[in-house]
């Protein structure tokens, strides 16, 4: 597609359960990036996936919390065991390579609320 | 540890305004900056990026400065619109990490 493309748009959940939030890069774009953004605050980086390299996961905030990517392609983060402190908006982003002055283009983000 | 700071926090405007928003790093070993602009409940969009050889960049109404040695950049924004509200945030990209961003500046341009 056109650009990074995420899904759901919305997820509600109740406490205690798992879910899978989906980022489709774009197309070529080897570096992928999560954030999350609570109510009111700044972006909190999460993970950073770039080409076939280990990822930089120092910003998960718990073990609760994990993400994958095959190739350079889809990539989902699962957060298991949901708390009400993991509402926030769950941005994805992908650049043709990080670190080099290339653009990163944003999904428009999963808004997640757990009841 | 990077980190970026945005000054102000919140901004009013009458329409016509030209305005700067200021952003601030600690660790001038920077590839690049790059602004963007978040409309409420949205993504982001990107502005502009300012490669670390690069002392400005333009687009239209909108010019951002990188001064990589003190650790600042400006987004000048001319003759300012009611479509311009929204918070717009600066983030900076280091090494081998991801964006680090500052915590944004909320612009409103009164009509």
């Known amino acids: 597609g056109a650009g990074v493309s995420q899904s759901p748009s919305n997820k509600v959940t109740e406490k205690g359960k798992d879910v899978e939030l989906r980022c489709d890069p774009i197309?070529?774009?080897?570096?992928l990036y999560w954030y999350r953004q609570r109510l009111g605050q700044g972006l909190e980086f999460l993970i950073y996936?770039?080409?076939?390299?280990?990822?930089?996961k120092s910003g998960l905030p718990s073990d609760r919390f994990s993400a994958e990517r095959t190739g350079e392609s889809v990539s989902t983060l699962t957060i298991q065991r949901t708390q009400q402190e993991d509402s926030a908006v769950y941005l994805c982003?992908?650049?043709?390579?990080?670190?080099?002055?290339?653009?990163?283009?944003f999904g428009q983000g999963t808004r997640l609320t757990v009841v | 540890k990077q980190e970026v700071t945005q000054i102000p926090a919140a901004l009013s405007v009458p329409e016509g305004e030209n305005l700067v928003l200021n952003c601030s790093f600690t660790?001038?070993?920077?590839?690049?900056l790059q602004w963007f602009r978040q409309d409420p409940g949205k993504g982001l969009t990107s502005l502009l990026l300012?490669?670390?050889?690069?002392r400005e960049q333009t687009s239209g109404r909108l010019n951002a400065s990188l001064d990589k040695s003190s650790g600042r950049s400006t987004l000048y924004i001319a003759a300012s619109q009611p479509g311009d509200s929204a918070t717009y945030l600066c983030?900076?990209?280091?090494?081998?990490?991801?964006?680090?961003f500052g915590s944004g500046t909320r612009l409103q341009v009164q009509p």
């Open positions: 982003a992908s650049s043709f390579v990080a670190g080099t002055g290339v653009e990163a283009f």
């Open positions: 996936f770039q080409g076939n390299s280990a990822p930089d």
């Open positions: 983030a900076v990209t280091t090494g081998r990490r991801a964006l680090t």
């Open positions: 197309s070529g774009h080897t570096a």
């Open positions: 300012i490669q670390s050889s690069q």
């Open positions: 660790d001038s070993a920077i590839y690049n």
